[in-house]
């Protein structure tokens, strides 16, 4: 039987990034979670390289980098103002689902390599195909029923959004 875990606590800001840090990773370096973790907390909410690696004890190149690869695959932007020679990071709009989008498109990943390795394995027992099937088949059964959780998280989103926009109209 598995116990409910407690509620994690975190004494401050850093543990927060870390604990971030490891759970974002899908693939990427854990400076690139930490940054993330940072700019969706950060006041204000654009922040340059320089207060990025100021905060983050990191350096200029290694923020660089990462805010590199967070905005190739659209998790953070960059954006310039008028008279400042300085690039600014943000996360924008939409984020969320792309993260989330990501983390369908790892499960399809996933689901192939397991499939592509039940195939190299296919002349074994069933016995020794177990461990690897069950693997594939949560993953598949996940790769399913993403798309599903997604619209349900995306109308209950629209639903908040109508109803705070009626109490707004009404106020």
Request: net charge negative; proline share 3%; glycine share 6%.
């Amino acid at each position: 039987m598995v116990q409910a875990s407690e509620t994690m606590i975190l004494k401050d800001e850093d543990e927060f990034l870390e604990a971030m840090a490891r759970t974002l990773g899908m693939g990427m370096p854990r400076m690139a979670g930490r940054l993330w973790a940072y700019l969706a907390i950060c006041d204000p909410p654009e922040q340059t390289a320089a207060q990025i690696a100021e905060r983050l004890q990191a350096s200029r190149g290694s923020v660089s980098g990462m805010a590199r690869l967070l905005e190739h695959v659209g998790l953070i932007r960059r954006v310039t103002h008028s008279g400042d020679r300085r690039e600014y990071f943000s996360i924008p709009a939409g984020a969320v689902r792309t993260l989330m989008d990501r983390a369908q498109q790892q499960l399809r990943a996933d689901r192939e390599v397991t499939e592509a390795g039940l195939a190299l394995i296919a002349d074994r027992s069933a016995e020794s195909q177990a461990r690897l099937r069950d693997l594939h088949d949560m993953y598949a059964f996940f790769e399913a029923e993403w798309p599903a959780v997604l619209d349900r998280y995306h109308q209950t989103q629209t639903d908040a959004d109508r109803i705070g926009a009626r109490k707004e109209a009404s106020a």
